[in-house]
């Protein structure tokens, strides 16, 4: 493997920066970081207007004529810029895992009016009594006639305020084993009897619990065969682990820190920047960052080529996940006691980016299954080593 670090989007990135200055307002990132929703539907409609969701789908579902290499050049674009897309991330994930296991009628009705901007779709896993196991779960959907009632609540229904519908993992069969009584359902989240009520996080997001009160949807809204959601919930874990990659443009927070610590400048007449400490805790920092970029970059490869990065995209997520939580805490170590001072805050350094990363990368652990669940998923099926637990 070439470990010669490039742009392989470089063909396409003035183009790109081009597009962003025109159409993407900055403060749009402000508004994100005080309202705490990490979705503008103004930039979204706009993506989906000039095409740029629709890059490398197929034609039949709406996909567009674009250069689906410019698409990610001007997604990272944006999040250089620190602005989130998180209503079109989970809304691409379950797009994609539509591809592989949704009805034709479901690709044509679902995918289309995602890649048009119309539809949003947000992830309705976890639960208040089950947290990262997701399979544990008892929000339940009951058949009756030709629709299901589903009864149940969620936790962290990230951007449901904001979206159309929620891919939500219900249980039909109570009699069943764990894994094997699941079924998914598209749910709209305008649908009567859905309950949407807000939850803070300490990383600044917004973050919603739902709840389902006689919810009743029609059984062409169920994704998979009844009882089949986990194999359903197996493809679309694989795409929540395995985002990111190639990274983004411009200088990285570490970057910034160093620059910091040059302009420091110690008793003794140096800059904080020549403390044979800090040079090494940047340089860990470096070093892992390029480790965690190239194995986003194997998650891609693997996609790219037609497989389905299982256990590549728990490397990557766990590896970088953690990675993230030991970085921003060496950060504020590096800047002192002023890097706990929050955004906007006076005297805090670099506008408290370093505060707002850190807090963000709290969760990053768990999100998408633990690091725990992650060590299972790369012992069992890459290393050949036994369940660490028996099966439930």
Known sequence: MDFTITDELADVRDEAVRWVAEHVDPEWADIQHRSGDYHTP???QLLARDGWLGAGWPAEYGGRDRSPAQAAAIHQEIAALGIHEDGWSTTDMVCKTL????????KQRYISKALAGETVIVLGYTEPDSGSDVAAAKCRAERDGEDWVIHGQKMFTSTAHMATHVFLLTRTDFEAPKHAGLTLFMVPLDAPGVEI?????????????????????????????PGHGWDVMGVALVYERGGGGAGRTGPSLTDRVAGWCRGQITPEGTSLFDDPTVQQRLARIAIESEVARLLGLRVGWVAGQGGMPGVEGSMAKLY?????????????????AEAVLTHGSPGAPLAGEVDTAFRYAIVGTIYGGTSEIQREIVAQRRLGLPRSRPKS
């Open 42 to 44: 103004e930039l979204h």
């Open 99 to 106: 591809l592989h296991v949704g009805t034709e009628e479901q």
């Open 320 to 336: 970088g996940s953690e990675a993230k939580q030991r970085h921003y805490s060496a950060m504020q170590d590096i800047l002192g």
């Open 197 to 225: 009520q807000p939850t803070h996080t300490v990383g600044g997001q917004r973050t919603n619990t739902t709840f389902y009160s006689e919810v009743r949807v029609p059984d062409d809204a169920r994704i998979g065969e």
